[in-house]
């Protein structure tokens, strides 16, 4: 495990910081990611580090933009630590999916497939169990 996780898990409140995901309803400890990927000369520092879910931290990999689907502009992508997650993003809880109202969270949305058939269905058991958003 990476030894800064404690940290890093805490701050998050055992929440992936992109999907909110909550951590205690899997069997693996979620993963501290790199906002700006090392590759991109991102450091360990605290205000590079965010806890991401498996799904996020995958789909997120060295990327620090996206592109907005509802007009093609190259965006940057959310930013745990200098974005307020409830200004780019809204959840539909009819549907379990989640919406960017913003260009930066359409293009998270987007690049971090955040409405993927298994996220959708898990997301819906979070919502059943009171432990979302
Ligand atoms: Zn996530």
Redesign the pocket.
Known sequence: MNPLYPKVAVRAGNC??????PEEVFNFS?EVEHITPRSLGGTDADNNLAL??????LYKSNRVRGIDPNNGEDVRVFNPREDHWEEHFVVDAESATLAGITSTGRATVSC?E?NTTA?VKARRQWIRLGLFP
């Open positions: 992936c910081e992109y999907c909110r995901a979620f991401g879910c498996r799904a996020c931290n971090l955040m996220q």
